[in-house]
């Protein structure tokens, strides 16, 4: 969880983020003195400038650039890079599926293969301890434990099933 805001100045824009340990905790005094906030913020931006370091990213996968750490407003200045969230493309999808319309061209499969790769370049660089690293059967196992989850608030729970079945015959490349 975390507050977030986007700067934009002359020359370029920043995203500013406030992380906090509390979902509801809105005050951001409390967040900036919360010791647990402070802590997951520090760890953050050092993962973040741990995983930039990281060179030859595969094309069409980056990392986005940390900047600063204060740890007075416990907050962590990265460069702004104009992306989709994931999770709203994925709801975008889905609500056009359920209202009947096509989805937009591979746009979800495609940033899905992406962060794929994006991993997959990650766990290879070296820099992920063996807690980071899943076997395909694990993978599909909790996959089928957040179907499950997801089943419970779909409209048409049958296309989660059909989309697991064909994740299972599927042998994916990251």
């Given at each position: 969880?975390?507050i977030?805001y986007?700067?934009?100045f ?6 500013v983020k406030?992380p ?6 809105s005050?951001?005094?409390?967040v900036?003195?919360?010791?647990r ?7 953050e931006f ?5 995983i930039?370091?990281i060179?030859?990213w595969?094309?069409?996968c ?7 750490y204060?740890p007075s ?9 104009p992306?989709e969230?994931?999770?709203?493309q994925c709801r975008r999808a889905?609500i056009?599926?359920s ?6 061209s591979?746009?979800v499969h495609q ?13 290879r660089s ?5 807690t980071m690293?899943?076997?395909g059967?694990?993978?599909m ?5 957040w ?21 299972e ?6």
């Open positions: 969880w975390s977030s986007r700067l934009a002359r020359e370029r824009s920043v995203f406030i906090k340990a509390e979902r509801r905790q005050d951001i005094a409390s900036a003195a919360d010791p906030s402070l802590e997951s913020a520090r760890a050092d993962g973040f400038a741990q930039y370091g060179p030859d595969p094309e069409g980056a990392t986005v650039r940390p900047l600063e204060i407003f416990n907050t962590i200045v990265t460069e702004f890079v992306s969230d994931l999770y709203r889905a056009r599926d209202l009947g319309w096509l989805p937009a591979g746009s940033s899905l293969v992406r962060c794929g790769a994006w991993l997959r370049h990650f766990q070296g820099h992920c301890g063996e690293r899943v076997s059967e694990r993978l196992a909790d996959i089928g434990i179907a499950q989850e997801i089943k419970r608030q779909c409209v048409r729970p049958a296309r989660v099933d059909a989309v697991l079945a064909r994740l015959r599927s042998r994916w490349s990251h």
